[in-house]
């Protein structure tokens, strides 16, 4: 079974410390909830996991089933079968999302499923795939032929995030703040693609947030609180349920 292995992670940024011993294991098919108040650290943990060149990792490993990938480049973890999806996408104009999400399918997925004997979508057949994709998250079929992120809601930026992730099949998805941005309706859609991600591809799942709302529509195995670059507390949804009720502030003082 695929698993994502963090082990005793300490990293800086600028000579200044942010993540000061990290231990997590996240396995294929489980929903993990990474919450924290802002400057935590939580996003540079994403970061790093995908691996980001500003951080530098003083101490620990980070290993996809078994391989430490702190050598790897980003474009390399992906191939392996890890994915992020950003807190704020960037926008890209003059490449359509039907473009993008072709080559990245390629990139990440064209090799690895010549090698195993699987086949490789056409051009035709990836059309079809994504009209089925975009159809599930409620998205017109217009945005296939718009500029990447270019003018999309908050709501639809993450929506593209959760296509993407469609599209890819990962191992392991780092899912950064799903709810920034999005209305309830939006918000409802998002939880609910992350799900069937979840369960139909058995996808493990990194979620992270700073309430609990999105936590209302889709249900973790684990919440994990994050405080000053450590993880505090670990629990089940309960503990989410603790942190809207009181806050962050008894965590800390605990």
């Known amino acids: 079974m695929s698993e994502l292995t963090i082990k005793d992670l300490h990293v800086e940024i600028d000579g200044k410390e942010i993540v000061k011993g990290i231990d997590l294991t996240i396995k294929k098919g489980e929903i993990h909830a990474l919450m924290g108040p802002n400057g935590s650290g939580k996003t540079s943990l994403a970061y790093v996991l995908m691996g980001h060149p500003k951080y530098k990792i003083t101490k620990g490993e980070i290993l996809l089933d078994g391989q430490n990938i702190l050598s790897l480049s980003p474009d390399k973890r992906a191939k392996l079968g890890l994915f992020l999806g950003f807190q704020y996408p960037v926008e890209v104009s003059g490449v359509s999302l039907s473009n993008f999400l072709r080559t990245v399918y390629m990139s990440v997925n064209g090799q690895k499923k010549k090698d195993v004997g699987e086949e490789v979508l056409s051009i035709l057949e990836f059309r079809e795939f994504l009209k089925q994709k975009l159809q599930e998250l409620q998205m017109d079929q217009s945005f296939a032929n718009r500029y990447l992120n270019e003018g999309f809601s908050g709501g639809e930026k993450k929506r593209a995030e959760v296509l993407q992730m469609a599209i890819l099949k990962p191992k392991i998805a780092i899912i950064d703040e799903a709810d920034s941005g999005a209305d ?54 309960k503990l989410a349920d603790e942190i809207e009720e009181k806050g962050y502030e008894t965590l800390r003082a605990g």
């Open 184 to 237: 309830v309706d939006a918000l409802k859609l998002i939880a609910k693609g992350i799900a069937d991600i979840n369960k139909t591809n058995n996808t493990g799942i990194l979620l992270i947030t700073h309430y609990n709302r999105i936590l209302h529509h889709l249900a973790p195995d684990y919440v994990h609180v994050m405080i000053n670059g450590k993880i505090i507390k670990s629990g089940d949804k």
